[in-house]
C-alpha cells in the first residue's frame, strides 16, 4: 500500500488542537509530526500520496457503538453496503451494529453470518452485538470479546422476541455476563398504560406529537434506575443506549467509571416542538422530548456527564414512515450527517470542537475496548477524517446515501464539510465520493 501523508492539517485529538501533519504506510499511523509547516517530515518518501490539509481539521474516524444496518432480513431498509457508503461519506470509520436483524443475532452462527456479510460488503470496521433472550443467557455467560462486541438488553419493546423483562433473569444477565451490557430503558408496562389511554382518546389517530407522552420521561427512568440499581449490584458494565431525558441524567454518576451512558444526535438536535412538521419521520424509540431535556442533554454532553455519542442510525423506507403512529416504524436514519451536525452545535456554542472529538471518537473505543482505534497516536490504525470547517453546504434527499433515500437532516444548512475519510489507511471518500466498491 503506498504511504500517504495528511499534510498542514488542524489536528484536533485528545483534547488538543494543533497544525501538523500525519504520515499513514500499511494502513497505520506512522508518525504524528506538530507544526510541520511547509516542509514534508524527512521519513516521507518521494513516492508518497500528499493530500493538502491546510485549512481543514483532522480528527479521528468516528467510532459509532450504535447502528442498525438492517442486513440480513431487510434489504430494502439497507444493507451493509448501503449503509457504511453513508457512514464514510460522513466520516464514520467504525459500526457496531445491533441485533434486531432477520435472523436476529443471538447465537453464534447468526454472529458468524452477520461477520461474513459484513466483511464481503462493509466499507467501515464493524462490530456486532449479540442479544439477550430468555433463552440464551447460559450462551451469553461464556462469551469473549472475540465473539460479540457488547450484549444489547432491550427492557422495553422496542424490538421483537428480545424484550427482556423478567427480573430473576436479569439479575441473571448482569450478574453473568462478561461483556458489557448496552441497555434499552424504556418500562413496557408504562409505554403500554399510555397507549391504551391514547387509543381511547383517538383510537387509530393518535397524533404523532404525543410520542414523547406515550414513551415518556418516566418510562425511561423508570427503567434507567432499574438497569443502574442492578448494574451497581452485580458490578457489571452497563452503558445506557440513547439517553432522551434531564431526569435520567440523576441516575449517573462520573466516577463510576462501569456505568455510562451515549445520547444520540437526533436528542442534541430536535425536540418535541419539531413533530408538528416531521410527525413519523421524528417518530424514535425513545422518543425526542422536550426543549429543556435538549438543553439538558447538551450541557451533559459538554461536562461529561455523557460519556459518549451515537447515532442509532435506523432506517425506514419513506412509504414505511408514511402510516398511522401506531403503525408507522420507529427510526431515523442519521449515520451520514451525524458528525457535521455535533460540529455545527459546536459552532453554535453547546459544546467544543475537543469534546465532539471525545464523544463521538475516544469515548467508544476506550469504553468498549476497542483497539488502536478511536485516537490519532503513532501505532494506531489510520482511520481518520478531514474536515473543511468553513463550507457551508445543505444536506437533502436526493444527495443522501442512505438506502433508503431520506435524511431527517434534509433542508438542514451545515457550515462543515467531510472532504475525506481514510479507514485503515485506504482513501475510502475524496471530495463528494466514495471509493468503488
Known amino acids: 500500500m503506498k504511504s500517504t501523508i495528511i499534510h498542514s ?37 518521494g513516492g508518497a ?15 459509532d457503538t450504535h447502528v442498525h444496518f438492517r442486513d440480513p432480513g431487510f434489504p430494502h431498509k439497507g444493507t451493509w453496503r448501503s449503509e457504511s457508503r453513508a457512514a464514510v461519506a460522513g466520516g464514520v470509520t467504525s459500526v457496531a451494529d445491533m441485533p434486531n436483524t432477520q435472523p ?21 470496521n464493524y462490530y ?30 422496542s424490538t421483537g422476541n ?67 440499581a442492578l448494574a451497581r449490584k452485580y458490578g457489571a458494565q452497563l452503558h445506557v443506549a440513547h439517553l432522551s431525558t434531564a431526569r435520567e441524567l440523576q441516575l449517573l454518576d462520573r466516577s463510576e467509571a462501569k456505568i455510562t451512558a451515549e445520547t444520540c444526535p437526533h436528542y442534541l438536535w430536535f425536540c418535541d416542538d419539531d413533530y408538528a412538521a416531521k410527525g413519523a419521520f421524528m417518530k424514535c424509540n425513545p422518543a425526542i422530548k422536550s426543549a429543556a431535556d435538549r438543553a439538558a442533554l447538551r450541557r451533559a454532553v459538554a461536562s461529561g456527564d455523557i460519556a459518549s455519542i451515537a447515532t442509532d442510525h435506523a432506517p425506514h423506507t419513506p412509504d414505511e414512515k408514511q402510516s398511522s403512529y401506531l403503525n408507522a416504524p420507529s427510526g431515523m436514519p442519521l449515520i451520514q450527517h451525524s458528525l457535521v ?11 467544543s470542537v475537543e469534546t465532539v472529538v471525545e464523544r463521538m471518537c475516544h469515548a467508544p473505543a476506550r469504553i468498549f475496548g476497542i483497539p488502536k482505534r478511536g485516537f490519532i497516536r503513532t501505532g494506531y ?11 457551508p453546504w445543505r444536506a437533502a434527499n436526493e444527495n443522501t446515501l442512505h438506502k433508503c433515500g431520506w435524511s431527517a437532516f434534509a433542508g438542514q444548512l451545515f457550515s462543515h464539510k467531510i472532504a475525506h475519510t481514510f479507514v485503515n489507511g485506504k482513501h475510502v471518500f475524496a471530495n463528494g465520493k466514495v471509493a468503488v466498491h
Do not use: W
Open 104 to 124: 436476529p443475532t443471538i447465537s453464534i452462527a447468526a454472529l458468524q453470518e452477520k461477520n461474513a456479510i459484513a466483511a464481503q460488503s462493509s466499507l467501515t
Open 381 to 391: 490504525a489510520a482511520d481518520l477524517v478531514l474536515v473543511e470547517p468553513c463550507a
Open 162 to 228: 428480545m424484550l427482556l423483562s423478567d427480573d430473576k433473569l436479569l439479575s441473571r444477565l448482569f450478574a453473568e455476563c462478561p461483556l458489557p451490557i448496552v441497555a434499552h430503558c424504556e418500562s413496557e408496562d408504562i409505554i403500554r398504560q399510555n397507549t391504551e389511554r391514547c387509543k381511547t382518546l383517538y383510537g387509530e389517530r393518535i397524533p404523532f406529537a404525543l410520542h414523547p407522552q406515550i414513551r415518556s420521561a418516566e418510562a425511561c427512568y423508570a427503567s434507567t434506575e432499574k438497569a443502574v
Open 341 to 351: 451536525a455535533m460540529l455545527e452545535l459546536a459552532r453554535q456554542g453547546a459544546f
Open 49 to 63: 500520496e500528499v493530500v493538502d490539509a491546510t485549512g481543514c481539521l483532522l480528527l479521528p474516524g468516528v467510532v
Open 9 to 45: 492539517a488542524c489536528i484536533i485529538n485528545e483534547g488538543c488542537s494543533f497544525e501538523g501533519s500525519v504520515l499513514i504506510e500499511q494502513g497505520i499511523i506512522r508518525g504524528v509530526y506538530a507544526a510541520c509547516l511547509p516542509p514534508l517530515p524527512p521519513e516521507v518518501g
Open 128 to 157: 456486532c452485538y449479540i442479544g439477550a433472550t430468555a433463552d440464551n443467557i447460559d450462551l451469553i455467560a461464556k462469551l469473549s470479546k472475540k465473539d460479540a462486541l457488547a450484549v444489547k438488553l432491550y427492557m422495553g419493546s
